[in-house]
């Protein structure tokens, strides 16, 4: 057991602010770090790590990017915070609108929960109806209704995923399997849902992405049901396209989530869509929604520091590295058993499946596995996200260098090596 350890677990609840920090999932104990550059992160002890989980894909330029680093300092030496209206939220969100422009009027958040949240609070005081639905292995953060997943079966109606969500709330959402267009249908003819909520790409069951016709369908059957559709793009957003999935899907929703990236690694979420819904927000409407630390200076400047140098060739730039890495990734692996999915620069490693298209497919995949492949690249020096089914990310500081050098890692996973690196022990 190592100090700093058992010290944090002395005064935090489970050693943690987030649960998967603690590396149940993986077993062994979680690594401290300590700083951040480019595509590096080191540890309390000052070890490296190549990462690539990159604060669950909020970083896009890599750790400690001078840009971003020198818009918060100069931020932070005018203030912190008023709690009043700035010029620094119109900036950010007059970049995003050249993005994402059906947000015609946004709103920011601290959190992409609260972003998720505050939407379908929206999406519900404008319809006038209670029911939600959500899709089996998609993650919308940790408000008690969405935190619902479904046995599995068709249309069955939420039982809470956490002790404390009452099962009122919990009945009020309806799982559905994700890519299930016959289900959609089948629930959306009721004409009760006040919106469908969806990750267009997912990433919180690893890297699952919607087929197209299931997200047509989503628009057509919300459309014809009287439902809003939101599309919540807070890890895809800013990371599949410069327009998020809606812009490489090419279906527009009524509501879009964003968060991580638009922070530039600092707290924030958005919500936004035409100005005709989002006019139906306190203090212009009924719908109450607020936050005393919303639209933070240092947030802002962080995102805007982020945002301003993106447009549609960053990601054919991101995208034309990570498709051979992956490529070759995936002939490595695959005498591990191992299939590589990925939407441009996210992916997910997943063993002892052929193909992933739903939670039921994800249940199916070697945890194990992946357990012990996550502990030969931390011995090796590099971080893969402490979960099997979570999302992996590059950054634009991920060289041919640090590629390689990963591939290469890969290569001593598929090959059986086992030496153990004298700078790092595990203990179980
Ligand atoms: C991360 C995430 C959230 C929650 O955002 P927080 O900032 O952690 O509250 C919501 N939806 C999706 C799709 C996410 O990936």
Redesign the pocket.
């Known amino acids: 057991m190592s100090g700093v350890w058992e010290e944090a677990k002395k005064h935090l609840a489970g050693g943690v602010d ?1 649960p998967v920090r603690a590396f149940k999932a993986v077993g062994g104990e979680p690594v401290f770090m300590a700083e951040g550059r480019g595509p590096f992160l080191y540890d309390h002890r000052g070890r490296r790590y190549l990462d690539y989980c990159l604060s ?2 909020a970083i896009l330029f890599g750790h400690a990017d001078p840009q971003t680093v020198r818009a918060v300092r100069t931020q932070a030496a005018k203030g912190t915070g008023f709690g009043t209206a700035t010029e620094y939220e119109t900036a950010l969100a007059r970049e995003i609108k050249k993005a994402f422009p059906r947000m015609e009027r946004m709103r920011f958040t ?7 949240m505050s939407a379908i609070r929206l999406a519900r005081g404008v319809t006038r109806r209670s029911r939600i639905v959500k899709f089996e292995g ?5 408000a008690d209704g969405l935190l619902v997943k479904a046995g599995s079966g068709l249309a069955t109606f939420g039982a809470p995923d956490s002790d404390g969500v009452p099962s009122e709330v919990a009945s009020l959402t309806t799982v559905l399997p994700y890519n299930d267009v016959a289900a959609v249908r089948r629930v959306l003819k009721k004409k009760d849902t006040a919106c469908v909520i969806v ?1 267009p790409v997912a ?2 069951m690893g890297v699952v992405p919607a087929t197209a016709e299931f997200l047509a369908a989503l628009r057509e059957e919300t459309r014809r049901g009287g439902s809003l559709l939101i599309f ?5 957003g800013y990371r599949v396209a410069y327009g998020g999935a809606a812009k490489r899907y090419g279906v527009s929703p009524d509501l879009t ?1 964003l ?2 990236i638009i922070g530039g690694g600092l ?3 958005a919500f936004g869509g035409s100005a005709s819904l989002m006019k139906a927000l306190s203090p212009t409407g009924k719908v109450y929604q607020a936050g005393t630390l919303s639209g933070n200076p240092l947030s802002m400047a962080a995102g805007l520091s982020v945002l301003s140098r993106l447009s549609e060739k960053t990601y054919a730039t991101l995208e034309a590295r990570t498709a051979p890495f992956l490529a070759r990734a995936g002939e490595i692996l695959r005498e591990k058993n191992a299939v590589i999915q990925n939407v441009g620069s996210m992916f997910t490693v997943f063993f002892g499946v052929d193909r992933v298209r739903d939670f039921g497919d994800v249940r199916r995949a070697d945890g194990k596995e992946y357990a012990r492949f996550f502990h030969h690249l931390l011995r090796r020096g590099v971080y893969f996200p402490p979960s099997a089914f979570e999302a992996c990310f590059l950054s634009l500081s991920h060289g041919a260098a640090e590629l390689d050098r990963t591939l290469g890692v890969f290569e001593e996973y598929s090959a059986g090596w086992k030496r153990k690196s004298n700078s790092y022990r595990l203990s179980r």
């Open positions: 987030s669950w894909g601290s959190s992409g929960t609260e972003a998720v998609c993650y919308h953060g940790h990750e990433g919180n919540d793009e807070v890890i895809s989530t968060g991580k707290p924030v979420g």
